[in-house]
């Protein structure tokens, strides 16, 4: 499986350096994070390479905060005041940027709302413990919260797409840099309510599922609406600064306490994200 993921990551660039049509190059990018998701949970079924894998995902959680951060505050807020300015009738709307501003804040809340109100036990990271087995009705809990995240956060990968395509490869990316750890968690807490590699397969793939019906959800019908990506984007940068903020740099913090090298990877994350914002202005040109 990892040998097609990487695979499809090579077709992903190749079409959208190409500028092929956009819904070939959503489908692999809805692909490519739903195969993320999958793998972090199924990795975790032969134990020598979960116990190796295990010690690099405090790195990847940083990564993908790093970058998601980045993609947030330097192109999605952009990006959305220059869609509420750009026109006359959302101009007059947005009263000042009222409006995008509260949709942002609603993005925000409504990933608390339905990770941490609905599903309290939920958090990114590892929650197998011998010693302290979770009930199998928090798990799926949990699991069901997820479930409108990932929602959005095809979303999130359509609406940006449809602003600019370059934003559309940001946001695929800091996308994808989250699916494997939310893959790893969701895996890891079907094992810890005492299920099996087929409960992890299946759940995993549901949350995959539904990350690529956010995809087409939204390109399909979202995008036929007039002004529905000025009002989609920001509630999608929302979700994805809570995310970032919310759910990875409190692990990066509780890890990075004893390894700095953590914290750092934050900041690798950020040149990450600015070394491929340069790459992509110079192959698509703008």
Known sequence: MLSALQNLLAQIFFVSFRMETSSAQLLLFGIAVALANVLGGLILVPKGIHTRLRKLLKYLLALGAGFMLSVTFVEVLPKTVGLWQASARLRELGADLYVPMVLFLGGYLLTQFFEHTIAPHFHLGEEIHSEHLIPARSAYTAIGGLLIHAFFDGVSISAAA?????????MFVAVFLHKFPEGFTIGSMILAAGKGPKEVLVSTS????TTLAGVFVFHFVGAGIDSAVAYALPVAGGVTLYVAASDLIPEV????????????SVFLGVALFFGLHVLLHEVLGG
């Open 253 to 264: 913090n509780h890890h990075g306490g004893k390894n700095p090298l953590v914290s750092l």
């Open 206 to 209: 549901l949350v995959g599922a």
């Open 162 to 170: 449809a602003v600019d395509a370059r934003l559309g490869i940001l």
